[in-house]
């Protein structure tokens, strides 16, 4: 599974973005997606993940202001970043797996979001 993610960039706080992540999945049914981020400095965290059948779960962090949806057809999954402050910014890498007797892991090359003051 190759995973592509876009949609990153600069914005000012309070802003929205909206980044999104294509899943080639080669024939495979994906399981879970989401999304971590890397702060620079800091170790990678969750930010949101969506599993196949559409139970969200987010970080403390970003409750209330980013919303995760999925697009199952087309292997998709969105990430609507709204009230964006600049501790939001980071590496955002996109997230995906998918279990055939034992789990499968896989990243795709993350997209910088940075939010300025």
């Known amino acids: 599974v190759q995973l592509q993610a876009s949609g990153g960039g600069l914005v000012q706080a309070g802003g929205s973005l909206r980044p999104s992540c294509a899943a080639d999945?080669?024939?495979?049914?994906?399981?879970?997606m989401g999304w971590y981020r890397q702060a620079p400095g800091k170790q990678r965290e969750l930010v949101a993940t969506?599993?196949?059948?559409?139970?969200?779960d987010y970080a403390d962090a970003v409750k209330g202001r980013f919303t995760i949806s999925r697009d199952n057809a087309k292997n998709m999954v969105y990430l609507q970043m709204n009230s964006l402050i600049p501790e939001d910014t980071a590496v955002y890498y996109c997230?995906?797996?998918?279990?055939?007797?034992?789990?499968?892991?896989?990243w795709g090359q993350g997209t910088l979001v940075t939010v300025s003051s």
């Open positions: 997230y995906s797996d998918r279990y055939s007797y034992r789990w499968y892991y896989y």
């Open positions: 999945g080669s024939g495979f049914i994906i399981d879970n």
């Open positions: 969506v599993s196949r059948n559409g139970r969200t």
